[in-house]
C-alpha cells in the first residue's frame, strides 16, 4: 500500500519525489516505488470571512461588534480548490493507510498541513518529515527518521493560536476603526505597532531642530586633530586664532590592541538587514531569493531565527569551509551552540552550491547566495586583531586629539579601511595651521527595512522574561510580510507607509490611523508578550485555551471601550478633493466607494452615488452641494419602474429629493 507525502509546494514535492523515486507525473501529484507525493499550494484551508458566520456581519456596523466565532469555520481557497480536490481525495483513498506531512518544518508549514488534514475530515495516522535543507542527502536521512505527528501538535496549537488572534484582532479591529472613521483602516496584531513605530520615529524627526556647530581644529605633523564642539563660532574661531602658526605639543600618547570576533552566522533577520542595507532589497525580496535557494538546494532552510549549527553538524561544516576556501581558517567550534538552535539552524549555503555555477544564476540569487559563503567563511575564521592609537595635542590652552589604526592579524575581516597615525612620540612639537569645520546636529534617521527589522526583532524586549527566547514582534517569517502590507496601496488607494529609496515614510493616513489607536494596539509591548505566548505554546509550557481566552478578553475590551473614537481626527482630508461642504455640519465632504460622504464622523449626511437607477457623478455632487440641485436629470426609475425626469434637490434637514419637471396639463 502506498504512503501519501504531502509537501508545501509544487517545487519541494518534485524534490522530495526525486529522492523517493515517485516519477510518473499525475493530476496534481507523483507517483511511483510504493509513494505518493502530492502538495498544497500555500494555505489551501482558510479562515472564513466574518459573513461566513451570519448574514448580519455583511454590513460593517458598531452594534454588530465583537465578532468572536464559538465555532470558527474554514473554506477551501478559491485559488487552490483544484489542489485541494486532489490532496482530499488522495487521503480518502482506502489504499492510503499513513500520510507523511512534508510542508515545511515550522509552524506556518504545520498549519498548512493541519488545515487540510482536518477540513477533509481525515482520521489516518501521519508521520512528520522534519527537515533544514532540500539536498537529496538530508531528504533521504529525514525519511529515515521519520517523527510521529503527533509529537507536533503543540506546534500545531500554537500556529492555530497565532491565526485565530490575528483573525480576532484584525477582522474586530479594522471593523471598529473603519466604521468609527469612515476610512479604510486595517489593525493588526503585528502590524499595528509596527506602523505606530514607523510614525513616532517620523514624527520625531518633524519635531526635531537642525542646529549648527563648530569644530576647532588643527593640521601639523601629517595628521588633523580636532577639539570640542562648540555651540558659537565665534568662540571657536577664537580658538582657531589662539592656534593658527602656533606651536602643538604631543601632550599623550595612548597605543591599544583591540580585537573583533567573527560575526555570527546569519539568521533570516540578519541576513534580510544586511541585504537591504547593503545592496537595498526589501526584506520580502530577500525572503523570495533565499526561499528561492532553498527549493534549489543552494541553501538551507530560511526562516529560522538561530544563528548556530547543531553539534552534529560539525563535520558538515568542516568540508562547506574547507570546499569554499581551502585556505580559510575553520573554527568550527564556534559556530556551534545546541543550546540557541530551536527549530531550526542558521541558514547556511549547502554541498550543493560547492559545484553549483554561481555566474549560471540569476543576479539576485547569486548575491544572496554569494553572501551566505561568505558569513560562513567568516563567522569560522580567526578573531579580527587591530592596534588602536590615541593621541592628544597640546596648543597653548587647547587641546586637539586624534585617533587612527593599524591591522595586527586580519583574521576574518579581510576588508578594512583603516587609517593610521604617522609616528609620533610624547613631547613632539610641530607648527600648527588652525581652521574651524562646521556641522550640523542629526535629526533622527527614517527607518529602513534594515533598522525596522531590527527594531521589530527587540521592541518589546525590556518586557519580557530574561530567559525568553523571542522577544521582539513578528516573526523571523512574518515581519517581511508586514512591511508589504504597510507598503502596499490598493488601486486608488493609499498604503499606510511609502518607500522613498530606503526609506520608510508613513503617509498621511498611516499618522492618522496611529492617532486614533489605543496605546495596546500600538504597544510593541503587548504583541511581544503574545509571541512569547504562542512560544510557550509550542514548548508544551502553556495551554492553547489560556492563551484564546486571554486574546478573546482583549478583543471585547478593545470594542467596549474605544466605541466613540476621537474627536477632531478627518480621515481622507490630505491629498483628497473636497465636493464641497456638508449642509447639516460645514465639514468636508469626500468622495467614497459608493457615495460622497461627511468627512464628521458623527454627521450621518451622504449623498448616495446612485439614486432610482441614475448615477450621481462628482460633478453632479458638486453642483448639489454647491447650488442646492442638480441640472434637471432624465430616466430616473421609480418603484413601479416607471421612468421620470427631475432635479435631484438638498432638503433643509440634509437629505435628498425631487424636485420634478413640470408637465403641459392636457387641454
Known amino acids: 500500500m502506498p504512503n501519501l507525502i504531502i ?359 547569486r548575491v544572496i547566495l554569494e553572501m551566505l559563503i561568505r558569513r560562513l567563511l567568516e563567522a569560522a575564521g580567526d578573531t579580527h586583531v587591530y592596534a588602536e592609537t590615541s593621541v592628544i595635542l597640546s596648543c597653548g590652552a587647547e587641546e586637539f586629539k586624534a585617533k587612527g589604526k593599524t591591522v595586527i592579524h586580519a583574521g576574518w575581516r579581510t576588508r578594512t579601511d583603516y587609517k593610521p597615525l604617522p609616528a609620533l612620540s610624547e613631547g613632539q612639537t610641530f607648527t600648527v595651521t588652525a581652521s574651524i569645520r562646521e556641522g550640523f546636529t542629526s535629526p533622527p534617521k527614517p527607518y529602513t527595512e534594515d533598522t525596522l527589522l531590527a527594531a521589530m526583532e527587540s521592541a518589546g524586549a525590556e518586557g519580557m522574561p530574561e530567559e525568553a527566547e523571542r522577544k521582539g514582534i513578528g516573526t523571523p517569517a512574518t515581519r517581511a510580510s508586514i512591511i508589504e502590507k504597510l507598503t502596499y496601496a490598493k488601486a486608488g488607494k493609499e498604503a499606510f507607509v511609502r518607500r522613498e529609496k530606503k526609506n520608510l515614510i508613513p503617509t498621511q493616513k498611516g499618522i492618522n490611523t496611529i492617532s486614533v489607536l489605543p496605546e495596546s494596539l500600538k504597544s510593541p509591548m503587548l504583541t511581544a508578550d503574545w509571541e512569547h505566548r504562542l512560544m510557550l505554546i509550542a514548548r508544551g509550557e502553556l495551554k492553547a485555551g489560556v492563551f484564546m481566552d486571554g486574546i478573546t478578553a482583549y478583543t471585547r475590551e478593545l470594542v467596549e471601550t474605544n466605541g466613540t473614537g476621537k474627536d477632531g481626527v478627518c480621515f481622507g482630508g490630505a491629498g483628497r478633493e473636497i465636493i464641497g461642504r456638508c449642509p447639516v455640519c460645514g465639514s468636508n465632504v469626500f468622495e467614497g466607494n459608493a457615495n460622497f460622504y461627511c468627512s464628521d464622523r458623527i454627521c450621518k449626511f451622504v449623498i448616495w452615488k446612485e439614486v432610482c437607477k441614475r448615477s450621481i457623478t462628482k460633478t453632479r455632487a458638486k453642483k448639489l452641494l454647491g447650488q442646492g440641485k442638480t441640472e434637471l436629470i432624465e430616466g430616473f426609475a421609480g418603484k413601479s419602474g416607471k421612468p421620470f425626469n427631475a432635479w435631484l434637490i438638498l432638503k433643509p434637514d440634509g437629505t435628498t429629493g425631487f424636485l420634478f419637471e413640470d408637465k403641459p396639463k392636457k387641454k
Not at 454588530?64 to 489542489?83: D, R
Not at 522534519?130 to 517523527?147: K, Q, V, Y
Not at 518633524?206 to 565665534?234: N, R, Y
Request: with cysteine.
Open 7 to 365: 509537501a508545501e509546494k509544487p517545487s519541494s514535492g518534485r524534490a522530495i519525489a526525486a529522492v523517493l523515486g515517485a516519477a510518473a507525473k499525475q493530476n496534481g501529484y507523483l507517483e511511483g516505488s510504493g509513494c505518493i507525493v502530492t502538495w498544497c499550494i500555500g494555505h489551501l484551508v482558510e479562515d472564513v470571512k466574518p459573513e461566513g458566520y451570519g448574514e448580519q456581519y455583511k454590513e460593517w456596523t458598531l452594534s454588530n461588534l465583537p465578532i468572536i466565532p464559538e465555532t470558527w469555520k474554514y473554506t477551501v481557497s478559491k485559488s487552490g480548490a483544484a489542489q485541494y480536490r486532489v490532496v482530499s481525495s488522495l487521503m480518502k483513498r482506502p489504499d492510503i493507510t499513513e500520510i507523511i506531512c512534508a510542508t515545511d518544518a515550522g509552524r506556518e508549514g504545520e498549519l498548512i498541513f493541519r488545515s487540510v488534514y482536518r477540513h477533509a475530515g481525515c482520521k489516518k495516522p501521519f508521520k512528520r518529515l522534519w527537515i533544514s535543507s532540500m539536498e537529496e542527502s538530508a531528504i533521504a536521512a529525514g525519511f529515515r527518521n521519520l517523527r510521529d505527528g503527533r509529537d507536533y501538535d503543540n506546534l500545531y496549537a500554537a500556529a492555530l493560536c497565532r491565526d485565530r488572534a490575528d483573525w480576532l484582532v484584525g477582522m474586530n479591529g479594522s471593523r471598529l476603526f473603519s466604521t468609527l472613521y469612515r476610512a479604510n483602516i486595517a489593525v493588526g496584531r503585528v502590524m499595528s505597532p509596527t506602523l505606530s513605530m514607523i510614525v513616532e520615529r517620523h514624527l520625531a524627526i518633524e519635531k526635531s531642530v537642525k542646529e549648527p556647530f563648530w569644530i576647532p581644529q588643527i593640521e601639523c605633523g601629517g595628521l588633523t586633530a580636532t577639539g570640542e564642539k562648540v555651540k558659537d563660532k565665534a568662540a571657536a574661531e577664537r580658538i582657531a586664532a589662539s592656534c593658527d602658526g602656533k606651536t602643538a605639543a604631543v601632550a599623550s600618547l595612548e597605543y591599544k590592541e583591540k580585537t573583533a570576533a567573527p560575526p555570527k552566522l546569519y539568521d533570516l533577520t540578519t541576513l534580510q538587514r544586511e541585504a537591504n542595507r547593503e545592496h537595498g532589497y526589501t526584506a520580502d525580496q530577500t525572503l523570495t531569493l533565499v526561499q528561492t535557494l532553498y527549493e534549489k538546494k543552494l541553501a538551507t532552510y530560511p526562516r529560522t531565527d538561530s544563528r548556530f549549527l547543531t553539534s552534529d553538524m560539525e563535520d558538515t561544516a568542516k568540508v562547506l569551509v574547507r570546499s569554499f576556501s581551502p585556505d580559510t581558517p575553520c573554527n568550527i567550534g564556534q559556530i556551534i551552540d545546541d543550546g540557541k538552535v530551536s527549530d531550526h539552524h542558521a541558514v547556511i549555503p549547502t554541498g550543493t552550491a560547492v559545484n553549483t555555477d554561481r555566474s549560471a544564476l540569476p543576479a539576485k540569487e
